[in-house]
């Protein structure tokens, strides 16, 4: 299991209700549609990619780990990036999906 950040534990450990909340709220999302939970973590991959959004793309790389994906499906989502988004911001995605990854494979 990822380890969580300090500062989203924290979050809540501070605004206990809000956090709960948060959580029933991402829930409810999932269950919304028929997207299994690998496809929903390489989806959030790309969208956090695409806003720029390190954190997340990380967190979404450690989830899209655990949810069953491979390294390099994980990977091939970020070079999907690269038509989209243009092909710096692609490389920046695939440094923070690297960082995790290398982490494992090593």
């Keep these: 299991m990822a380890r969580l950040p300090k500062r989203y534990v924290r979050f809540f450990e501070r605004f206990p209700t809000v956090g709960t909340a948060y959580e029933a709220y991402g829930e409810a999302v999932a269950a919304a549609g028929p ?13 956090s990619i695409s806003a720029r959004m390190e954190g997340g793309a990380k967190s979404h790389a450690h989830k899209a780990l655990e949810a069953g994906a491979s390294p390099e499906e994980i990977r091939h989502v970020a070079l999907l990036a690269a038509p989209t988004i243009g092909f710096p911001n692609m490389m920046a995605g695939l440094s923070w999906v690297d960082e ?5 494979e090593s």
């Design 35 to 47: 997207l299994d939970e690998k496809t929903r973590c390489l989806v959030k991959l790309a969208m």
């Design 100 to 104: 995790i990854l290398d982490g494992i």
